[in-house]
């Protein structure tokens, strides 16, 4: 594939390493300073890409989603902070005919643990005596708290389990890549699943197989969906 990377960041230069090592051509390499508004994302730029990876910052994903989309090429994008315009940006998707598929997390071990944490969800409903939380650890140049990941795992945890709101705890301290705790606690017993990324390197794996898989795809995608198709 040729794949173009909007962004310049430790992700996006993690992509590029990776999709490179896949055996993928890098046709386009486009960082923040070239891109204001959007406005380096053009149809003479990217007219031969099969997919975009967008990794940037969260006041300028829209612009770029945006823009990808007005141009017809797919796009995968992990950055966080914007999700309260995701309906604007899928309205867009679906008028245009593309293909978007956004995730704030691409580790394959963390969708495992989201899918075990809505069964665990499951089985707590309707008993008693059990407290939910969740704590995640990010290195301190993180700009979002709590971790679009966290937001998502607090959603699917309530849907499952409406009985209990399971508060975030953000801590931005370090270097940690990222990592994510359900603690549940009772009177006499705990239980805690967690998952640690050590190496952003993790999230540069799922992406790269998240844009191969949305090659030849039309509507809006999650990472979830890449992996598990319709699965519950």
Same mark, same amino acid.
């Given at each position: 594939m040729r794949l173009a990377i909007v962004g310049a960041g430790r992700m996006a230069r993690a992509v590029a390493e990776e999709a490179t090592s896949r055996g993928h051509e890098i046709a386009v390499r486009l960082g923040g300073s070239e891109n204001p508004d959007g406005h380096g994302i053009t149809r003479a730029r990217f007219h031969d890409v099969d997919a975009a990876l967008e990794f940037t910052r969260p006041e300028a994903a829209v612009?770029?989603?945006? /823009?990808?989309?007005?141009?017809?090429? @797919?796009?995968?994008?992990?950055? &966080?902070?914007? /999700?309260? /315009?995701?309906? !604007?940006?899928?309205?867009?998707?679906?008028? !245009?005919?593309?293909?978007?598929?956004?995730?704030?997390?691409?580790?394959?071990?963390? /969708?495992?643990?989201?899918?075990?944490?809505?069964?665990?969800?499951?089985?707590?409903?309707?008993?008693?005596?059990?407290?939910?939380?969740?704590?995640?650890?990010?290195?301190?140049?993180?700009?979002?708290? @709590?971790?679009? &990941?966290?937001?998502?795992?607090? &959603?699917?945890? !309530?849907?499952?389990?409406?009985? !209990?709101?399971?508060?975030i705890t953000s801590v931005r301290s370090g270097w940690v890549p990222g990592s994510h705790a359900l603690e549940i606690d009772a009177a006499y017993e705990s239980l805690q699943v967690t998952h640690v990324a050590r190496d952003r390197a993790v999230f540069a794996v799922g992406a790269v197989l998240a844009a191969e898989w949305l090659i030849g795809r039309r509507g809006i995608f999650t990472f979830e969906q890449a992996l598990f198709g319709d699965e519950p």
């Open positions: 612009a770029n989603l945006e /823009q990808l989309i007005c141009i017809g090429v @797919p796009v995968v994008t992990g950055t &966080t902070g914007w /999700q309260e /315009q995701l309906p !604007r940006v899928e309205a867009l998707v679906l008028e !245009r005919n593309g293909a978007l598929l956004h995730a704030p997390n691409f580790s394959i071990g963390m /969708q495992i643990f989201l899918h075990t944490a809505r069964d665990l969800g499951r089985r707590l409903r309707g008993r008693h005596g059990f407290d939910g939380s969740i704590v995640e650890r990010h290195h301190r140049g993180k700009l979002d708290a @709590p971790s679009g &990941t966290a937001l998502a795992l607090q &959603t699917l945890l !309530r849907e499952a389990d409406p009985d !209990r709101d399971y508060p």
